[in-house]
């Protein structure tokens, strides 16, 4: 087995047959400059990506074989000016680059105990970053975030807020390029305290956040230019273990996640996890999977089936793709679980996402021999999950079917929020959730050709549609408030 690395275990893609809808469409002829293939898509019709037919310098869209493109091994004048170019485009400037020894030198003033004094012990350096010193940063902040845990004056849920803020600066601090850590780690001892209360630890806090966040919209630009690889099926290790700490703080600090049942999840082996849907935009899937990665004995990956009507939107297929996520075809459900992993899919489909508010927690109709079906054909037991407050993030009012059809939209939500704040309406709003694990339901009673008996399959799906909703009234009735639990 591959050795993990932040979290995640690398995927080896087994050699096997795929059908041709697991893979991304048609890839860039290019090379990046790690020497890998470029992942991005070509421009219609033609053999490169926008973006490095851009940076070959070439009149048409189509630059000739003779032109050397971003990654190329071979050492000419293009090739200098492309990488510069790319280097403009990604850190926003090229004026930027000399600034790096000034924030080292205001690294070392800044350091714990002045700059005159050396080290105790030889550090290991990667880049211009002392590893020691980021260790001694993060272990700094980790102790703010405790200390804030600790007291007792102010609200509690500014308190928690703080302290998750925290943890999420830390965790993103520890996955950023050396040159970046550095500069992040002068503004953290700048202007973070430990006085949460005050209005300067808040600035400080967004100061440090927005300088992370550029740096992501920096590695964003880099993956553009498709300097990134994949498994088989489109999914990008490095870009979920750079959101990890954004759904760890959703997880653990805004929706406040609590679950019971992981261990019906099995360790090892294949699953077919199947679920209710609802909220408009799909958390619950991140929750589901993010559980699991976060809090079960043996940390696992978590393949969710996306519909067609995503995959149709421009770029959003590629996305779910490269988070994990897998086209929803029968196909695709089965060779997963064939390969034993563990697949989650959403059997209400679209119209459980886009339900009204006042239909929240009704479990819409389940889509006929498709999502449930193919737990018989592989063999997997279905193991229910029942998810409570996602429905309230986005409190759907009405769907604006001309508006959605006009975007080709599944659903356009009327939300008290949205569309009346604009962007600000798309934050979700911080309700308590449960997600519950049932118990698995085996299906080794049934023969895999028993998926192509429409009577075997509807026995099945009734039975799990009922499970997961008498998941869901037993977690309602015991909830006292959507917000508190």
């Known amino acids: 087995m591959s050795e993990q690395k932040n979290g995640i275990t690398p995927i080896e893609p087994p050699v096997i047959d795929l059908p041709a809808s697991a893979f991304p469409e048609p890839h860039c002829e290019a090379m990046t400059r790690n020497g890998q293939p470029c992942r991005n898509r070509p421009l219609d019709g033609q053999r490169y990506c926008r973006v490095h037919a851009a940076l070959a310098g070439a009149s048409s869209a189509v630059p000739s074989e003779a032109v050397t493109l971003v990654g190329s091994s071979a050492e000419a004048p293009v090739e200098l000016e492309v990488e510069q170019t790319a280097e403009e485009l990604e850190m926003g400037s090229a004026a930027q680059a000399p600034e790096e020894p000034a924030v080292e030198q205001t690294v070392e003033e800044l350091d714990v105990g002045g700059a005159a004094e050396a080290p105790a012990e030889p550090a290991v350096e990667v880049g211009i970053r002392n590893v020691s010193e980021l260790d ?11 200390e804030i845990r600790n007291q007792t004056g102010g609200p509690a849920e500014q308190r928690d807020l703080a302290a998750g803020v925290l943890q999420l600066i830390r965790e ?7 040159s970046a850590a550095q500069r992040a780690i002068g503004m953290i001892r700048e202007n973070i305290s430990s006085d949460y209360l005050s209005a300067d630890f808040w600035r400080g806090i967004g100061m440090v956040l927005r300088y992370q966040i550029d740096e992501t919209t920096a590695l964003i630009q880099r993956r553009m230019r498709g300097e990134y690889t994949t498994d088989a099926y489109g999914m990008d290790a490095e870009l979920i273990d750079l959101v990890r700490p954004l759904s760890s703080f959703l997880y653990r600090t805004y929706w ?3 679950v019971e049942g992981l261990e019906n999840v099995p360790s090892e082996g294949r699953a077919l996890l199947v679920s209710n849907h609802g909220g408009v935009l799909p958390w619950d899937a991140v929750m589901i999977a993010t559980a699991v990665m976060e809090d ?11 519909p067609s009507a995503f995959r149709a939107l421009p770029g959003i297929g590629s996305l779910l793709s490269a988070f994990g996520q897998v086209h929803d075809t029968p196909e ?3 060779r997963l679980l064939q390969e034993d992993q563990l697949v989650c899919v959403f059997p209400e489909g679209v119209n459980g996402l886009g339900k009204l508010f006042r239909n929240r927690y009704k ?6 021999g498709g999502s449930v079906g193919v737990a018989i054909r592989a063999s997997a037991p279905v ?14 009012l009405a769907n604006a079917e001309p508006l959605a059809q006009m975007l080709r939209l599944p659903y356009f939500p009327i939300t008290p929020l949205f569309p009346w704040l604009g962007p600000l309406g798309l934050l979700p709003l911080p309700s308590k959730w449960t997600i519950t694990f049932g118990e698995p339901i085996s299906t080794a009673e049934y023969r895999p050709e028993a998926a192509d008996d429409p009577q075997a399959v509807s026995r099945l799906t009734d039975q799990v549609r009922e499970r997961i909703q008498a998941l869901l009234d037993e977690r309602l009735a015991a909830r006292k ?5």
Not at 172 to 178: A, D, K, Q
Not at 296 to 304: A, Y
Not at 363 to 368: A, E, G, T
Not at 481 to 485: E, I, L, Q, R, T
């Open 332 to 334: 695709n459900a089965v």
């Open 172 to 178: 993103n601090l520890l996955r950023m390029p050396s």
């Open 363 to 368: 479990l819409q109709r389940f889509r006929r």
């Open 136 to 146: 001694q940063v993060a272990a700094a902040v980790q102790e703010l975030e405790v």
């Open 481 to 485: 408030s959507v917000f508190k639990g």
């Open 383 to 396: 193991v229910p999950i029942a998810v409570v407050g996602s429905e309230e993030t986005y409190p759907m």
């Open 296 to 306: 079960h004995s043996e940390p696992r990956v978590i393949r969710t089936l996306y």
């Open 256 to 258: 406040r996640v609590s």
